[in-house]
């Protein structure tokens, strides 16, 4: 069975940091492009930042850019999304996704949630003082 599961969510202050974790089992990381989707209240689903399959390049959306770092250990299995200097905009549920970028940029498939086919099921980040 594939699965993805999120973890490192919680409560922190303005200014703090997270790591968010995403373990894969049932299949290798290595050949899918893995995104961190977030959904705030009353808002869309947006991507905040993705990794390629191949040559591990990078997107972030612009307001991630500078604070937030995605990485991948395909040894682990695992993906990270490192988050410093939190903002209380940051709140919200946090998916990890796994797609097949072939053919698509980085951008592109961070740009369309529907280009990835597995999803974990969220980890809540909440930034309050």
């Known amino acids: 069975q594939l699965q993805l599961v999120e973890s490192g969510g919680g409560l922190v202050e303005p200014g703090g940091s997270l790591r968010l974790s995403c373990a894969a089992s049932?299949?290798?990381?290595?050949?899918?492009?893995i995104g961190w989707f977030r959904q705030a209240p009353g808002k869309e689903r947006e991507g905040v930042s993705c990794i390629s399959s191949s040559d591990g390049s990078t997107y972030y959306a612009e307001s991630e850019k500078g604070r937030f770092t995605i990485s991948r250990d395909n040894a682990k299995n695992t993906v990270y999304l490192q988050m410093d200097s939190l903002k209380s905009e940051d709140t919200g549920v946090y998916y990890c996704?796994?797609?097949?970028?072939?053919?698509?940029?980085?951008?592109?498939?961070?740009?369309?949630?529907?280009?990835?086919?597995?999803w974990g099921q969220g980890t809540q980040v909440t930034v309050s003082s």
């Open positions: 049932g299949f290798g990381l290595d050949y899918y492009a």
């Open positions: 996704a796994a797609g097949v970028d072939f053919a698509f940029t980085i951008e592109e498939m961070c740009s369309y949630s529907a280009k990835f086919d597995y």
